[in-house]
């Protein structure tokens, strides 16, 4: 039987590893510790260098990323003439 989409699509639809038991309760005791944490936090605590590390953690969460433009942008190509006025 060849591989191909159709194929890769039921290959895809197989797993041989079971679900995950645990991952929706992990995932709210992590978001609850997290809105504690965030809740219990006083900038005014923090020094210079705990600012500027929470910042770059942050940055991370709202910037978007960049898209990065692959493709190549054309290049104009013309000549110069230079025009001589004394002859």
Known sequence: MPFNSNTARVAGQKSKRGKAKYT??????LNNLTDY??????????????????????????????????????????TVEVIDKLA
């Not at 929706?24 to 005791?29: G, L, N, S, Y």
């Not at 965030?38 to 005014?44: A, F, K, T, V, W």
């Open 24 to 29: 929706t309760e992990i995932r709210d005791k």
């Open 37 to 78: 944490l965030i809740q219990d936090l006083n900038i005014q605590d923090l020094d210079t260098n705990e600012k500027l590390a929470l910042l770059r953690i942050l940055l991370a969460y709202t910037l978007p990323k960049p898209k990065i433009d692959n493709e190549v942008q054309e290049q104009k190509h013309f």
